[in-house]
Every structure is written in C-alpha cells, then in structure tokens.
C-alpha cells in the first residue's frame, strides 16, 4: 500500500511539473504564471479538485509515441471563489505549448458538462499554440466538440474566458463563444490568421501585439470585454467579476450583505446635470452615487465609451446597468453602442439579472458611415434585445431622451417595469432648434419669432410632463432620492414574471 501511495506521490510530482522546469522558468521569463499558478491564484485556497491529471495523448505520428506528458498541456477541476462553486481549466503552455490534442478536448469537454450538470460558471484561461499540429483533424473535431459544449452551455452557465497567451486560429472561437473574455496586456493576442499569413496573402506588415493584442480588441474590435496588466491582476479582477455573477440560469442574482442605507439621500445628485442642456456631465459619477458601497464592475470601459454597461449591486443584489455617456459624442447612440449594450442585455436577461437603464441620449448619430456601417441593424440589436428581455427593468431618464433613441432606451412600451424622469428630463421627438427648423422654415429669417417658436417648444415638450401627463413615466422624481427610488422598484419587482407567446426561438438581427 505504502509502495502504491509513493508511486501516486512520485506522478503527481511528476504531472504537477509539466513540461519541465526549464519551460516552466521560460513562461516566467515572459512575466506570465504557469497553469497551476494561475488556478491557486484564481480559486480559494485550498478549494481545487484536480480531474484528469494523468491523462495522455494517444497520437502515433512525428514520434508523438516516445513522448508522453501528464495531464496534456491542459489543468482541469473545479473549486470555489469565495466560497461559490466554479467549474476550470487553464492550458499549460509548458506541455506542447498548450496545443489543443483530442484528449485535451475531451477533458475541457467533460469541465463543460460538469458545470452544466450541476449549475456553475466555467472559467478557462486560455494559453495556447491553437490546434494540436502532429494530430490533424482530431485536434480539429476536438475544437469542434468544445465550440459545440460551448453553444450548448450559452445561457445555461456563465462562461468567462481569459486569455493569457497565444490564442490563435480556428481556437480563437472557443472564447468567442463564451459570455466575456478578458486579456493580458502585452502577453496574449487573438487572431485567425497571424502576421507572417498577412505579409504573405495581403502585403500588411504588423506585429502580432497590433494584429490581435489587448488593445486592439478592447479598442477596436470590441471581441475582448477587457484588459488588465498581468495575470496577477487579470486573475483578482475574475475573482471581483464572478461575484456579481448568478451561479446558473436557474439560480437567481447572488445577494451578498451590504452596509449601504437603500434609502441614502445624495444631494450633490440635484446639481448633476448641468443647467445648459448642450454641457456635458459624467453619467459614471451618478452610478457610483447610486451603487452599493461605489462598487461598479464595468464591462467594455474601452469601447464604444458614449454607452456605459457594467454590474453594481442595490440592496446586495447584483443589478446591471446601461448608460447613455453624455461625456462622449453627446452620448448618441450608434452602432458600436448599440451592439456593446444589446449583449449586455441579453447576458443578464439569460441570468435574470435586473436591469437599470440611466438615458440622457440625444439620438441616433447621424452620418453616411453609420448608415453604410449598418446602424438600422445594430440599433435593431438593442431594441430586441431591451424588448425581448423578461428581467426586471427600470429606467431613470435623467435628461434627453429624444426620438429613436427614446423608443429604444427601456421605455415603457417596450417593456420597461417602471420608468422614472427626473426634473430635468427633456422627453421628445427632437430638440427644439431641430424642431423649429423644421415646423417653422418660413420664419426662420426672423430671429424674434424663431426664439419665440424655440420658446414655445421648449415649454411644451422639453419637460418630463408630457410623457407623465400619459403615464409613460410613472413618476418625476428628485434626483437626490433615485437610490432609494430604484432599489424599492426592484425589490418590488423582485417576483415578476411575465408570459411569452410560444416560439422555437427569435430572429435576433444579427
Ligand atoms: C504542437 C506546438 C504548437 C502546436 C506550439 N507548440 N504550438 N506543438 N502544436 N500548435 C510547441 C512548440 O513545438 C514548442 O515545443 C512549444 O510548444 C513552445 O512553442 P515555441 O514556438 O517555442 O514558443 P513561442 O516562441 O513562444 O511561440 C509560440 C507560438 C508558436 C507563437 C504559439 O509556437 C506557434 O506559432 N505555434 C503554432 C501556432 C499555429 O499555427 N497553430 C495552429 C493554428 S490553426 P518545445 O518542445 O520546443 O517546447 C488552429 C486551427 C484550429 O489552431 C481550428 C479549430 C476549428
């Protein structure tokens, strides 16, 4: 028995060093953690169940056959992060640079099952060559299966990826597939087909940083909700992240205890919005103010900066929010807006996460590159996405919310639970010099009647009264009171629930 227990200690020793120390110093060399590193950081200590460990390669070709490496390049289990469950893996760039073989696949795979089986996230932090080379299209049907896992998990379980090396070719759709993806600055970069396929195929010369680099997708393409300095810092801020998040579909939003009166009166919230409708203000300052303890989470700070989208808590229960930023481009909407906050929706809609809409938004940037860029179909994205939503929603208008741009932002119409205006709000088709030019083109040469038809419109509609004299806005409130305002609307809508109309599934615009 003692000699077994020894032999078990000797390839555990043996698959905890992977590809060996000299691999495991040249991944430090680079700044990064290895696996193991990673996951003791990522989970509580104490907490990972290893599965897996001993697992091989079975490939024959290119001497595969002589060589043999536990675990193949991919560490796997489960554990808790601050005591809740989550279901990991990380490949092991030490172990054939991480490349994804058949059985690497089949051990993420059955990580995947697992957490659906038995309702929680999977977190996987990827560090990989891409396909395994010397197993060809086993290694492509292994990427397939997880791709296919990853499909079926979507709205089941949250699925984080988190890039921290290479993540190349076809394997690049494994994160895509999933609800966020982070990246490391400087040490990971995503592409399809990297620099040295461009210089050949279309003459651009870039480095793989430019190509595929943090910045780029938190910047540019928008595929990374992300970025932070190192994996110490990636792995704490994951950590920060899945507290926010619901275990499952069915588990409900965690709650957590606070230390933050839901009544909480901000004074310093009635002189927020400037007096000159044309001045900006910064709408992250009034979700700080309204959030639990300042705690806000946000997803995608680097794109698409005129909507702002992210998790905070109210009453200790996570609550997602959607802000028009009046500090960029007026916070119009366009299509890089509208797409950013319509699959944030549509993530806490699948985690019945509630959601408040904060609107000051002037409408729907106008210009030949958002039209030819598609604007009706992204703008469509968040209108399906608000509509179609069954989570609680309430919506605080605190300035303009003015034509499409109003239909789109959680209106009541389209579902919005409650729908609050403060004072200052200014509900209308357009603003009044808009307005004006348009009603009254005869009279624009005459400046005392054009102030005066600006006068009257501003009167008539630039106020929240209109739309409150309809019912469309439940109630005008004092900016000072909107915490305890919105914390008292969810916690009455805590048990909605509404009926569908049966269907297969919808026809998202995508
Ligand atoms: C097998 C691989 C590998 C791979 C790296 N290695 N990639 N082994 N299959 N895909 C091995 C190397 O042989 C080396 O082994 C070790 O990992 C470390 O690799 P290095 O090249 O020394 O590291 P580095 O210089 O940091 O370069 C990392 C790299 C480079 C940029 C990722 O290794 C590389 O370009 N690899 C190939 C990438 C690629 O083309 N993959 C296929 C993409 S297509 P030793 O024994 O020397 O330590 C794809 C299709 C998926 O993935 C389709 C899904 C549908």
Redesign the pocket.
């Known amino acids: 028995m003692s000699n077994i227990q020894d032999k078990l200690d000797a390839r555990r020793a043996q698959a905890r060093i992977g590809?060996g120390q000299d691999?495991i110093d040249?991944q430090h060399a680079?700044g990064k953690l290895t696996a193991r590193e990673r996951l003791e950081l990522l989970l509580d200590p104490g907490s990972f169940e290893e599965f897996d460990m001993f697992v091989q390669h079975r490939a024959t070709d290119f001497g595969m056959e002589k060589s043999h490496i536990a675990g193949d390049g991919v560490v796997t289990g489960w554990g808790t992060i601050n005591g809740r469950k989550v279901f990991v893996f990380a490949q092991d760039?030490?172990?054939?640079?991480?490349?994804?073989s058949e059985t690497q696949a089949k051990k993420i795979c059955k990580i995947q099952d697992m957490a659906m089986r038995n309702g929680a996230p999977i977190i996987g932090l990827a560090d990989?060559?891409?396909?395994?080379?010397?197993?060809g299209v086993a290694?492509?049907a292994g990427?397939?299966d997880v791709?296919k896992n990853n499909i079926r998990a979507s709205g089941v379980v949250p699925q984080i990826s988190v890039i921290m090396?290479?993540s190349?070719?076809?394997?690049v759709?494994s994160p895509a597939l999933t609800d966020f993806i982070f990246m490391v600055r400087d040490s990971s970069y995503m592409f399809l087909t990297?620099p040295d396929v461009l210089k050949t195929v279309t003459n651009e010369i870039v480095t793989?940083e430019e190509l595929g680099g943090a910045k780029t997708h938190t910047t540019k393409s928008s595929v990374a909700d992300g970025a932070f300095d190192n994996d110490m810092e990636a792995i704490n801020q994951i950590r920060r992240l899945f507290d926010f998040l619901p275990l499952s579909n069915t588990s409900g939003s965690p709650e957590r205890p606070f230390f933050d009166a839901h009544d909480r009166m901000d004074t310093s919230l009635d002189t927020i919005v400037p007096d000159n409708p044309n001045l900006p203000y910064d709408i992250k300052e009034l979700v700080l103010k309204l959030a639990d303890e300042s705690d806000f989470f946000e997803i995608q700070p680097e794109f698409a900066k005129n909507i702002i989208t992210g998790f905070m808590r109210m009453e200790g229960k996570t609550v997602g929010v959607v802000a028009n930023q009046p500090l960029v481009l007026a916070g119009c909407l366009d299509s890089d807006a509208s797409r950013k906050a319509a699959r944030f929706v549509r993530f806490c809609d699948c985690f019945s996460i509630p959601i408040l809409t904060l609107v000051d938004v002037p409408g729907f940037l106008p210009g030949t590159s958002q039209e030819f860029g598609g604007v009706i179909k992204h703008g469509a994205k968040l209108l399906y996405a608000y509509g179609e939503a069954s989570v609680p929603l309430v919506t605080v208008i605190t300035r303009k919310a003015y034509g499409g741009a109003y239909c789109v932002m959680a209106p009541k119409h389209l579902g919005g639970d409650i729908n609050y205006a403060w004072p200052s709000a200014q509900i209308a088709v357009m603003g009044a010099k808009g307005a004006v030019e348009i009603l009254h083109r005869k009279d624009l040469s005459d400046a005392d009647k054009t102030a005066a038809h600006v006068a009257d419109y501003e009167e008539k509609f630039l106020s929240p009264f209109r739309a409150a004299e309809r019912g469309f806005i439940d109630e005008v409130i004092k900016p000072q009171s909107t915490r305890k305002r919105v914390a008292r609307a969810f916690a009455m809508l805590a048990e909605k629930e509404i009926a569908k109309p049966w269907k297969k599934h919808g026809n998202l615009p995508l």
């Open positions: 590809g691999r040249k680079k760039f030490t172990v054939y640079g991480g490349s994804l990989s060559g891409g396909a395994r080379i010397q197993e290694s492509l990427y397939t791709f090396g290479p190349a070719g076809g394997a759709y990297g793989a």
